[in-house]
């Protein structure tokens, strides 16, 4: 698993932690839901996630996002 994301990808980690799908994530970043889910793909590998689920799971484990962190 690599340790690096993006402050997108981490945005978007974010969001998903905090219930949100591509579809309401996308007019929050002003991007396209097929660019947030283009991300999610991404997260999801690097991660080795099935689903946003299981890739908040493993980047809360991973350090890469805690409960109580804000945006950037």
Known sequence: MK?????REHNILLLLRDGETPKTI???????????KFYCRVLYARLGANNACHAVV???RAGWIT?????R
Do not use: N
């Not at 340790?3 to 402050?7: K, L, M, R, V, Y």
């Not at 409960?67 to 945006?71: A, F, I, K, N, T």
């Open 3 to 7: 340790s690096a994301i993006g402050i």
């Open 58 to 60: 493993l980047a809360l």
């Open 67 to 71: 409960l109580g962190e804000e945006q």
């Open 26 to 36: 996308a007019p929050m970043l002003g991007i396209s839901v097929s660019t947030v």
